[in-house]
């Protein structure tokens, strides 16, 4: 696969979904699993083509979301910083799609939950695509012309 070039008119966005968590009664705390530790770390590395250290990154408070984004990091060399959105957590698939229109030309990482991060990629894209857990797709989107297209899909399946 190429590095993708953007346009003038058009930004990338990756979605990732946090890897598989510890079960708790507790869901905002829950932090990940073994397991879930080596899933975010294999998803990052089917990244390491492109260049992120541009992106904002807007991830979610529950523990897991932090967790995951921290090992992207520590696996592709990029720093530690990224903003926590609260929103993130609670909010549906409106918010997600808000979020990159209120960013205009920023390239951006949006690190979620199901079900809205899946609800927005599909509206996104008008394809059905549902992230599983340490699963993540970039998409390229032209805000002028209301279109997005999938450029990469990281799928467990993959591992």
């Known amino acids: 696969m190429v590095a993708f070039t953007l346009s003038w008119d058009s930004v990338n966005t990756l979605?990732?979904?946090h890897a598989d968590a510890e079960p708790s009664s507790d869901d905002f705390k829950r932090l990940?699993?073994?397991e879930g530790k080596r899933q975010a770390s294999l998803a990052a590395r089917?990244?390491?083509?492109f260049?992120?250290?541009t992106y904002r990154?807007?991830?979610?408070p529950a523990s897991r979301t932090v967790e995951t984004w921290e090992i992207f990091c520590e696996v592709l060399n990029l720093p530690p910083s990224f903003v926590i959105d609260a929103?993130?957590?609670?909010e549906d698939a409106r918010y997600y799609l808000d979020l990159i229109l209120a960013n205009g030309q920023e390239n951006l990482v949006i690190v979620g939950h199901n079900p809205a991060i899946s609800q927005?990629?599909?509206?996104?894209t008008k394809r059905q695509i549902g992230l599983k857990p340490a699963e993540w797709v970039l998409v390229n989107y032209s805000p002028?012309?209301?279109?997005a297209e999938t450029i990469a899909h990281h799928s467990r399946a993959e591992n």
């Open 15 to 17: 979605f990732v979904r």
């Open 32 to 34: 990940l699993s073994v």
């Open 46 to 49: 089917a990244l390491t083509e």
């Open 51 to 53: 260049d992120l250290s």
């Open 57 to 60: 990154v807007f991830v979610s």
């Open 87 to 90: 929103s993130l957590y609670s």
């Open 120 to 124: 927005a990629l599909t509206e996104l």
């Open 144 to 147: 002028s012309e209301m279109t």
